[in-house]
């Protein structure tokens, strides 16, 4: 089994690598191509990459490219988790949207468009690359937006599902509280890629006994902590909310504390420039305990099962991923993008039914997918007016100077990203 890794020079990659180590029984890799343009820090990766699986005593060849064509001929499976403008675009992301009093952030408002309108173009070119190269190889796109970006692979005809790591954190986190296996917690969970709602925790499977109350009553203040929300918040909605619905619930307050501290990107640009220095340590032969703190907690184990999965191996039969509505949700369209959970296996991902969701949720769904519309539809065909169109539809901008003032500033920061500007 062949899989290929675009964006492999990502110092996220030793966590995807020490997934593939511990998990070969569910997901038995021969050969495993990292990718990157990057060539120095494809190099450091790699060795890392390779010292793991030795210590591991993994058999499977690693190998390294900054040919995408050659990475991915004959690959059963592509991971996509690549980031256009790396951390310099992401601090960008993070910072103007700030100047017009709207949350900066690299997957959501106007952060999240200019990622997206970055990163559409890249991804859906790499994805015709694949399927000249195996028309049969499966996309998992871990790639923020990871929303849109799945949307227009999947319009495009690609045999693609997004993959998210906030799902698989919560049933980490819950099993824990709970002190049962990871693999008996099963989430209703909700909504579209980092606007999601656990409403219920059930104990195993799609039919097992809802624990969600219990949790709240006993463990509502550490679930809260977490999320940085209120604890009365938590037991007035009796759901979890994803940790990216603090930009929606709290947005004023998100905005005056991103003014006063350093960036998220500028902390995981220092990590970065820390954890390469690390991965050139020809001595270092696992993953080191400083990436648990650069995010994506979880992302292998995700990562692992979903491959399994499509690729008739084993794997999970349950498990939240982004893939078409397909009437799942009826007040979206069946192209919509939604994240729930799905029956996974060779043939992709069916969305399960899901229970209707209440109007307070429902209706923030609808506004962000709306949305989505239009900023994939900027991404795709570019133009001021789109940019301006999609930032205007957007609950966390709305207002028409705001939409004007970003729209200016997203194209000057992202000017060499859109070929149209």
Not at 273 to 291: F, Q, S, T
Request: hydrophobic share 45%; with cysteine; proline share 5%.
């Amino acid at each position: 089994m062949k899989l290929a890794v675009v964006g492999g020079g990502s110092t996220y990659t030793p966590e995807l690598i020490d997934g593939f180590a511990r998990l070969r029984d569910t997901l038995p890799i021969t050969e495993l191509v990292l990718v990157d343009p990057a060539a120095d820090r494809l190099e450091l990766v790699g060795g890392l990459a390779r010292r793991i699986f030795a210590r591991q005593e993994h058999d499977g060849k690693i190998a390294t490219t900054s040919d995408v064509d050659a990475g991915v001929e004959g690959a059963d499976a592509v991971l996509l988790q690549l980031r256009v403008g790396g951390q310099a675009a992401r601090l960008q992301d993070e910072t103007w949207p700030l100047e017009c009093g709207c949350v900066g952030q690299e997957t959501t408002g106007a952060g999240g468009l200019a990622k997206a309108l970055r990163t559409v173009p890249v991804v859906l070119d790499i994805a015709e690359r694949v399927r000249r190269a195996n028309p049969d190889a499966w996309i998992i796109d871990f790639t923020n937006p990871v929303g849109i970006v799945t949307r227009a692979l999947l319009q495009a005809g690609h045999k693609a599902v997004g993959l998210c790591n906030v799902a698989i954190g919560f049933q980490r986190k819950f099993a824990a509280l709970l002190g049962v296996a990871p693999a008996e917690v099963h989430l209703d969970h909700i909504g579209l890629n980092h606007l999601t709602w656990e409403t219920a925790v059930r104990l195993g499977g799609p039919e097992g006994e809802n624990v969600l109350p219990r949790l709240l009553a006993e463990h509502g203040d550490a679930i809260a902590d977490d999320l940085r929300v209120d604890r009365g918040l938590l037991d007035r909605l009796g759901v979890v909310p994803s940790y990216y619905l603090r930009y929606f619930y709290a947005h004023d307050e998100v905005v005056r504390e991103l003014g006063t501290k350093p960036s998220r990107a500028a902390e995981v640009a220092a990590m970065e420039r820390e954890l390469l220095a690390m991965y050139g340590d020809p001595a270092l032969d696992e993953k080191p305990a400083l990436l648990a703190k650069r995010g994506g907690a979880f992302y292998s184990e995700a990562a692992v099962d979903l491959a399994a999965a499509l690729l008739g191996g084993g794997g999970s039969p349950y498990q939240v991923v982004n893939t078409y509505n397909n009437g799942t949700l009826p007040f979206l369209a069946d192209d919509a993008v939604i994240e729930v959970q799905a029956a996974v296996g060779a043939q992709g991902a069916a969305p399960l039914p899901v229970a209707a969701p209440d109007p307070l949720y429902a209706g923030l769904i609808g506004h962000v997918t709306a949305y989505e519309d239009l900023a994939l539809e900027a991404a795709l065909r570019g133009g001021r007016d789109r940019v301006f169109k999609a930032l205007l539809a957007h609950p966390l901008v709305g207002q028409y100077a705001y939409a004007d003032g970003l729209t200016d500033r997203l194209i000057a920061h992202n000017r060499e990203h859109l070929a149209w500007a």
